[in-house]
């Protein structure tokens, strides 16, 4: 029969990593124990998180059951784990104490170094060898780096989706604006007579596009034409420079031959 352990121990395996932290595996009372700041650094949380959960919640843990308080006469006995008890004594958490203080952690990082930490230091029922430990902490960084890469190809996919709808957002800008201005053309030729239009009216009813420059160049050919052959031209409203000129269809025919007998 195994002697009961009273003191704290190193274990055979003296040290485990949970997903990227690496800690001294500490025995006190015959079981597995870790400190508040060994906690908060295997959480990745801001020094002094645990101590504080663990004060605030203080009548809910039962010494013996869920933690230990180190007098300072033990010092000698952790400082091979690299851990120096301070005069006033440390709090060790047990297994059970530790499910109990990080219950408000509940991210999936806290969950994946609960879930290992159970596994790869709690549960020390079965010891393992040099050869299965190295192992087990090979599996462990691979199943840690397999993670960051699905967060990463998470993360790309997001960008690609980010760049398609700018894309979409932009073509439907470019389609708004086709329609914005094939509106203009036809509420300009709402206000004219039937047989009278503007230069980009009558440029969007036989299908072809003008910029500024080409239209005012049309519309000064048809404004000549106009007043040679003693034809009215008459002015509309336009949302955009107030009132233009819209000339007579026969007028137009003649100025956009070029382009309509193409």
Known sequence: MQPTQLGATMSESKKVTIVDTTIPIVEYQGQRVVTLDMIDKLHHRPDGTASRNFTTNKSRFEEGKHFYLIDFSKNNEFRSFGINIPARGINVITERGYSMLVKSFNDDFAWEVQEQLSDSYFDNSQPMS?????????????????????????????????????????????????????????????????????????SSVIGIQLDMKEAKLRGAQAGQLSRKLDTTIIKVPDERFGKVNSYHESILKTVFSDISNK
């Open 130 to 202: 040099t050869a299965e430990f190295l192992v087990q902490q090979a599996q462990l960084m691979l199943e840690y780096d397999n993670r960051l890469k699905r967060m990463e190809q998470r993360q790309t996919s997001t960008e690609v989706m980010v760049a398609e709808t700018r894309q979409d957002v932009r073509a439907a800008h470019e389609k708004a604006n086709e329609a914005f201005e094939a509106a203009a053309a036809a509420l300009q030729h709402k206000f004219g007579k039937t047989d009278y239009f503007t230069i980009i009216a009558y």
